[in-house]
């Protein structure tokens, strides 16, 4: 699985991009956060911001979206483009 | 099924309105009676005073696929021809175009709608992030209530 970082929070966590080979029991999106949290820090402080949005194969899904090993997850704060 | 319509470009260069207003007014000569064009650009203020520029991030692919879907959604609710959207992406400096929103239809009703409809669905759906260049230091710019109010507001 890919997991993506963008904006504010790819510069929080000094972390761009990352590649996993097994889900270590996750099920779903919400599930990979709370092992991307339980790092310390900055990773529990960042990924409890409370707007943070997921998307799941580059569509927006929410933390009880189901995932598999070959999706593409990514985190990020609200957009602000345009 | 309906066509997919739509021409979507994400890139570092500037663009031309009058090349695009051109594109958009020759391609469906004998249809269009309207052409509706927005562009958006970088001013000094923002969340911070004395910005010099913006800095602007996105997610490759993913900008692509919600814009399409904007874009979708906007030739389902209106009768339209073409739609061209470009946005830049990386450094850009005070009164440099950020995004353009150009629409052409038979009518102007349409052509104004879609833009504005297009350009709403695109601050609060399509990821992009900027970040205001200043004197102090760079900082990523806070999602606006406000922005989310007015794409509520064609729901």
């Known amino acids: 699985m890919k997991i993506l970082f963008f904006a504010s929070l790819r510069e929080q966590l000094n972390t761009e991009e990352e590649q996993w080979e097994e889900?270590?029991?996750?099920?779903?999106?919400g599930d990979i956060l709370s092992q991307l949290q339980?790092?310390?820090?900055?990773?529990?402080?960042?990924?409890?911001?409370?707007?943070?949005?997921?998307?799941?194969?580059?569509?927006?899904?929410n933390l009880k979206t189901k995932i598999t090993i070959d999706d593409e997850l990514a985190f990020f704060p609200p957009v602000t483009g345009g | 099924m309906p066509v997919n319509i739509g021409t979507i470009r994400i890139q570092e260069a500037d663009f031309s309105i009058d090349e695009e207003y051109q594109r958009l007014r020759v391609a469906h000569p004998a249809?269009?009676?309207?052409?509706?064009?927005?562009?958006?650009?970088?001013?000094e203020f923002g969340d911070n005073e004395g910005v010099t520029g913006l800095f602007l991030e996105h997610y490759s692919g993913m900008t692509e696929h919600s814009l399409q879907l904007i874009i979708d959604q906007a030739a389902a609710r209106w009768k339209l021809n073409d739609v061209t959207v470009i946005?830049?992406?990386?450094?850009?400096?005070?009164?440099?175009?950020?995004?353009?929103?150009?629409?052409?239809?038979?009518?102007?009703?349409?052509?104004?709608?879609?833009?504005?409809?297009?350009?709403?669905?695109l601050k609060t759906d399509a990821p992009f992030w900027k970040k205001e260049c200043h004197d102090q230091g760079d900082e990523w710019v806070e999602a606006k209530e406000s922005d989310r109010n007015r794409t509520k507001k064609w729901s």
Do not use: K
């Not at chain 1, 990773?43 to 899904?61: F, G, H, T």
């Not at chain 2, 052409?104 to 669905?121: G, K, L, N, P, V």
């Open chain 2, 87 to 121: 946005h830049r992406v990386g450094q850009l400096n005070l009164s440099d175009q950020i995004v353009f929103v150009g629409v052409s239809s038979a009518h102007r009703a349409d052509a104004f709608a879609a833009c504005e409809f297009i350009m709403d669905y």
């Open chain 2, 31 to 43: 249809q269009n009676g309207a052409i509706c064009t927005f562009s958006g650009l970088v001013r």
């Open chain 1, 23 to 29: 889900l270590n029991g996750a099920l779903t999106a």
């Open chain 1, 38 to 61: 339980t790092r310390g820090e900055p990773w529990s402080s960042s990924l409890n911001a409370d707007r943070l949005l997921v998307s799941v194969n580059q569509e927006i899904s």
